[in-house]
């Protein structure tokens, strides 16, 4: 299996295209931008079969009904709240790739209509989309804190050597503001010298037993950042969800 990250610059948010090479199957996930991936489709000979959404966000299948025009026989699964979707997907949802299996699990919090698809191959291939991100999780949009709390803490389940493969490029920012809740975390502050030194390194994909070290809202019983999060967060709970929530208002402020 090839996976390829493609940089999406359209929207100035840091962007990741991933395209899947498997088998016979090539898989566009979040298609943002359409002459970013027609330019790598051609170079490398390629024909889309499938389409993965994580999410029905602009930035994440701006480039859709450009593709379909020239891949119309393509499947595209995802929420059936999105209406591009051919190929409506639903929690614990599984199908198959070549002779591969992937399996869907709805992930609120982020965006209601968020899934997340699961490749397993020798170890899961996660492609998570705006949930979690490296050191980080995204922003509650059209969701609750609690639903994106319960959906953290399903992914946290996962074997430790799963790869997770964010929608973003988003790990230097949000290793500074681990930092900043957690200052006594050494890996934190080793893996952020080490993006600042390698300024254009692409830092995903990353395993669940890194982010378990190094992600503050998959760390939300650690003493020193339920202190920090207590001290900076008015009138927060000394509950997870709560240490959750007041984390999620520091990094909104960051």
């Known amino acids: 299996m090839k996976i390829t990250a493609l940089p999406a610059p359209k929207y100035h948010l840091d962007n990741y295209i991933w395209m899947l090479e498997l088998e016979d199957n ?8 359409e002459d970013v ?6 170079k490398n000979n390629l024909s889309i079969q499938h389409f993965w959404i994580t999410h029905g966000h ?32 639903q929690d614990n949802d599984t199908f198959s790739i070549g002779n591969n299996t992937v399996e869907v699990w709805e992930t609120p919090g982020h965006k209601r209509d968020h899934v997340i698809f699961m490749l397993k191959l020798d ?13 980080g999780c995204g922003r509650v949009l059209y969701g609750t804190i609690k ?13 430790e ?13 949000n290793l500074e503001f681990a930092q900043y809740v957690e200052p006594s975390n050494e890996l934190v502050e ?15 994909p990353v395993t669940l037993k890194h982010e378990r070290q190094v992600n503050p ?9 339920i202190k920090r999060v207590l001290k900076l967060v008015p009138n927060v709970e000394n509950t997870p969800l709560g240490i959750f929530s007041g984390l999620r208002t520091l990094r909104n402020q960051f």
């Open 123 to 135: 170890q899961y291939h996660v492609f998570c989309g705006d949930v979690l991100f490296s050191a």
């Open 161 to 173: 050597n799963t790869l997770f493969y964010p929608a973003h490029e988003y790990t230097q920012h």
């Open 217 to 225: 809202f998959l760390r939300v019983q650690e003493p020193e950042i």
């Open 26 to 33: 090539v898989i566009c996930v979040d298609p943002t931008q």
């Open 58 to 89: 602009q930035d994440h299948l701006a480039g859709l009904s450009g593709l379909l025009s020239q891949y119309p026989k393509a499947e595209v699964k995802g929420s059936p709240l999105i209406l591009s979707v051919n190929q409506p997907v």
């Open 190 to 204: 080793d893996t952020l010298f080490h993006i600042q030194n390698n300024p254009h390194h692409i830092t995903l």
């Open 147 to 159: 639903e994106l709390y319960q959906s953290i803490c399903r992914i946290n389940t996962l074997p």
């Open 37 to 42: 991936i027609l330019e790598y489709v051609k």
